[in-house]
């Protein structure tokens, strides 16, 4: 469909002629599939312990400046209930890749999610794990899964993982996990360093491949104690390029305006809005703990409580014209027919 020149031009453009045809274009193809809607997920970030090190994470095993701190299974649930108390009908639970939640523990924490709430959605966001681990986290009642696979150029993704981080096993989890039957979620980030537009395009590429239900996109943003703390943040505009593109691509795909694009301009979320994007997923971690998940500085919304994010969020959606929609908000090839 697009030439990867065509592609390239929009990447790179700083037109803003050009820029506003691409986002009007990703406004009305979004508008086709999913009118004014924007759905609501709610974040619970359970754990920032990792055994991972990424170059640019925040939270990386290595990183000995970060007070770590994991929920119980009972204080995640409080997370639940209060977001059913706000009206989220999707659970979003993200941790880094922490060893003490092993495979029963996830299992155990989805089952008591899942007996309590049998009809909202589960989404895990836990790393990279095994086909008999995604298997029994999908049993327990898990739906959806978000995996971004962070860049899909294999030199770009060595210079931003270490050595024992395998691109090709992190691509292989997303297909496994569409395989299960999870509605997936991939994505990057966008002026990550060393990236050149070539891997922006190999990135969505991937996306074309791989079909993901979701897709996160979000500028990269310099966090103080890791090695790419003194690279420059991804650009406002090429981020919103991204989201655009991705939007062309995956036409009825639920895009997120996402926390860093909100983290680099007060109105990023909004503009990811104007962009294609359709999803928001505003925070419900304990006030005690959003701090500490510090994946990259400055970080949005660490002061404010659940309720206040939620209302907050809606009245900045209704501002541009959106409809906020808290419902499950399945992929469109998922939802039941009536
Ligand atoms: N800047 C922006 N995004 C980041 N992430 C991790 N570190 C950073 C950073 N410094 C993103 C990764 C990860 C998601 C949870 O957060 O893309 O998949
Ligand atoms: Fe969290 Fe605005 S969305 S305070």
Do not use: W
């Amino acid at each position: 469909m697009y030439s990867d020149a065509e592609l390239l031009h929009f990447i790179t453009t700083e037109d803003p002629a050009e820029m506003e045809e691409l986002f009007s274009a990703a406004r009305e193809i979004r508008a086709g599939h999913y009118g004014k809607d924007v759905y609501f997920r709610g974040l619970i970030e359970f754990t920032n312990y990792c055994k991972n090190d990424c170059f640019y994470c925040g939270i990386r095993g290595s990183n000995k400046n970060v007070k770590r701190y994991r929920l119980s299974a009972e204080e995640i649930l409080n997370c639940c209930r209060m977001g059913d108390l706000l009206g989220y009908k999707t659970f979003v639970l993200q941790g880094g890749e922490d060893p003490y939640f092993t495979d029963d523990r996830i299992v155990e924490i989805v089952q008591l999610i899942r007996k309590e709430y049998p009809d909202h959605a589960i989404t895990l966001s836990i790393g990279e794990k095994s086909r008999q681990s995604y298997e029994a986290y999908f049993e327990a009642g898990a739906n959806r899964y978000l995996l971004r696979h962070e860049t899909a150029n294999d030199d770009h993704y060595k210079k931003m993982h270490p050595e024992a981080m395998k691109l090709s096993e992190r691509k292989e989890c997303l297909y496994i996990l569409k395989e299960i039957g999870y509605q997936v979620g991939a994505g990057f980030m966008v002026g990550s360093p060393f990236q050149t537009p070539e891997c922006l395009l190999e990135d969505l590429r991937f996306l074309e491949d791989l079909k993901p239900h979701m897709a996160g996109i979000g500028p990269f943003i310099p966090q103080a104690d890791t090695p790419f703390a003194h690279f420059r943040q991804g650009s406002l505009n090429q981020t919103l390029r991204m989201v655009a593109l991705t939007r062309l691509l995956l036409p009825d795909a639920l895009i997120p305006a996402t926390t860093a694009l909100g983290t680099i301009d007060p109105k990023g979320r909004e503009k990811g809005l104007l962009s294609g994007a359709n999803v928001v997923m505003p925070n419900l971690s304990p006030k005690a703990v959003r701090k500490l998940y510090a994946l990259y500085d400055n970080k949005i919304c660490t002061g404010d409580e659940a309720a206040e994010c939620r209302l907050c969020m809606e009245g900045r959606i209704r501002g541009y014209g959106f409809e906020p929609k808290m419902v499950r908000g399945d992929h469109p090839s998922l939802q039941l027919v009536a």
